[in-house]
T-cell receptor, first 115, second 114 residues
Framework: AQKVTQAQTEISVVEKEDVTLDCVYETRDTTYYLFWYKQPPSGELVFLIRRNSFDEQNEISGRYSWNFQKSTSSFNFTITASQVVDSAVYFCALYSGGGADGLTFGKGTHLIIQP | DGGITQSPKYLFRKEGQNVTLSCEQNLNHDAMYWYRQDPGQGLRLIYYSQIVNDFQKGDIAEGYSVSREKKESFPLTVTSAQKNPTAFYLC?????????????FGQGTRLTVV
């Protein structure tokens, strides 16, 4: 069985603060992929990053960074110097061969950036 | 522009009616997916298709049906057997199945039973 847990239902910070969104996953497969998607109020999901289980290098893309730690089964997402436009629901997702050919999503974290 | 188009954006269904949600993609992707999203919940997989004329049930297929007669199109029918159809429905596509390609999503259809 596979599972993704995003324990933070909602986070509210003031603009320019740094914020970290947590993601913990469960899978029995040794090969798997982890994703982060952003869902703005318009509804569509926007792809942010994909990471495979063999690549534990952290990644930075502008104000976004991701910390992948297999030892704790976590794939956390940090936004540095947050902006109002970052307000959205963020989903962590898992793909592993043990499930149907689709992604297993966490319940999402609603991020609110206050001006 | 390349992308995924879902229609309609809003849909109202009476009790006992079947309704069909449209999903079209021009990305030349082989794989297509339907997900359901309920308030405060993540997305759950309804059906997916890896290739034309083939599709598989996901985690919550009961009360839904699909077809894949063309590569570009993957319509979802919500039947009267679906007891709680009010939800936000998202269609996605990817170059292949497996996790080594990302999925692209449409803007969704919000279905309400009246």
């Amino acid at each position: 069985a596979q599972k993704v847990t995003q324990a933070q239902t909602e986070i509210s910070v003031v603009e320019k603060e740094d914020v970290t969104l947590d993601c913990v996953y469960e899978t029995r497969d040794t090969t798997y992929y982890l994703f982060w998607y952003k869902q703005p109020p318009s509804g569509e999901l926007v792809f942010l990053i994909r990471r495979n289980s063999f690549d534990e290098q952290n990644e930075i893309s502008g104000r976004y960074s991701w910390n992948f730690q297999k030892s704790t089964s976590s794939f956390n997402f940090t936004i540095t110097a947050s902006q109002v436009v970052d307000s959205a629901v963020y989903f962590c997702a898992l793909y592993s061969g043990g499930g149907a050919d689709g992604l297993t999503f966490g319940k999402g974290t609603h991020l609110i950036i206050q001006p | 522009d390349g992308g995924i188009t879902q229609s309609p954006k809003y849909l109202f269904r009476k009790e006992g009616q079947n309704v069909t949600l449209s999903c079209e993609q021009n990305l030349n992707h082989d794989a297509m997916y339907w997900y359901r999203q309920d308030p405060g919940q993540g997305l759950r997989l309804i059906y997916y298709s890896q290739i034309v004329n083939d599709f598989q049930k996901g985690d919550i297929a009961e009360g839904y049906s699909v077809s894949r007669e063309k590569k570009e199109s993957f319509p979802l029918t919500v039947t009267s057997a679906q007891k709680n159809p009010t939800a936000f429905y998202l269609c996605a596509s990817s170059l292949g199945t497996g996790g080594d390609t990302e999925a692209f999503f449409g803007q969704g259809t919000r279905l309400t039973v009246v």
